[in-house]
């Protein structure tokens, strides 16, 4: 019940409150771009700096969070493009599936992983993303490169420079190097970055729920529930059978479930546009996997306490 009133209520409120205010009230898309930007390039960094520089990373294990976050995505991306090739997927398509299976929406996570521990699970979850976005970022692109539609297709930046240019890396980056240098920051700044973080879960959420879009085709209702089980029912089991007996436990244990078990996000349809994936899929997917995950995760979280038991 916890859960519910303090994670899954909110986040089923704000992302609804987005949906109403892009559809009803706030129609111009540029409005909804410059929220974005503002949300991507300042508020989230502004909050991974904050909560990773003010936490005892002590506890932290840096060789069991790599390997329970980083096992089972890649595992899960494989499964995905071996089953997508037995089933005969068009390339662009097959891309998109594989997004599907492993892209994640690092507001939603964010939201939960606060609403559950507070500071420290921002925290660890924004050390798990700085783990799980340059993987996820290396399969995806290199799969596009693959298997992408050539033509209209935007030639991709070099993807070191995709990766050494992402906010949200390099603000764990430089909340890494604040923890471990243990010098605080000015009043001034450390208030600054305070008052920028603060509004990164809300902004982030409002716009989940302005992007939510579910075109959907009949012809797509198969591949969208296999991988959506995929994505937020096995991933997160995979990884937590890996963490749990790993050692891995309390906020940082609930960071590596949680970065698995979150929806795909809206930025792999931009992905999929840029690099010939098939748009209308990942779309699709995405809107459809931000609505079961309202049932999935709970389900999911409560299947990993009776895991802790056994494992």
């Known amino acids: 019940m916890l859960l519910v009133t303090t994670a899954i209520a909110p986040v089923v409120l704000l992302l609804a409150l987005g949906a109403v205010l892009r559809r009803k009230f706030l129609k111009d898309p540029g409005f909804w771009k410059g929220m974005e930007w503002l949300s991507y390039r300042i508020f989230t960094p502004a909050l991974f700096i904050v909560s990773i520089g003010g936490t ?24 995905t493009v071996v089953l997508g090739l037995s089933l005969r997927t068009k390339g662009p398509r097959l891309t998109s599936l594989v997004q599907g299976a492993i892209r994640l929406n690092t507001y939603i996570g964010l939201m939960f992983a606060s609403a559950l521990h507070g500071q420290e699970g921002v925290a660890t979850f924004a050390l798990a993303s700085a783990i799980v976005v340059p993987l996820v970022n290396v399969i995806c692109v290199g799969l596009l490169s693959g298997y992408g539609e050539k033509r209209g297709a935007v030639p991709p930046k070099p993807l070191w420079r995709e990766l050494l240019e992402n906010p949200l890396i390099q603000g764990c980056a430089l909340g890494l190097l604040l923890n471990f240098v243990g010098l605080p920051l ?7 970055l305070s008052m920028l973080a603060a509004p990164a879960l809300a902004c982030g959420t409002l716009i989940a729920g302005g992007a939510l879009h579910v075109d959907f085709r009949r012809r797509d209702a198969a591949d969208i529930a296999w991988v959506s089980a995929l994505k937020l029912v096995a991933l997160p089991l995979a990884a937590a059978a890996i963490a749990i007996p790993l050692g891995v436990s309390g906020p940082i244990l609930s960071s590596v479930v949680l970065i698995c078990a979150i929806p795909t996000a809206p930025s792999a349809s931009v992905l999929a546009s840029r690099m010939g994936g098939d748009v209308q899929l990942v779309a699709t997917i995405t809107g459809a996997q931000t609505l079961l995950a309202i049932g999935t995760l709970p389900t999911v979280l409560k299947l990993v306490d009776l895991m802790k038991l056994w494992l």
């Open 56 to 79: 005892d990373l002590s506890v932290v294990p840096p060789g069991p969070l790599l390997l329970s976050v980083g096992v089972p995505i890649a595992a899960i991306a494989a499964f």
């Open 186 to 192: 000015p009043d001034f700044l450390s208030a600054t």
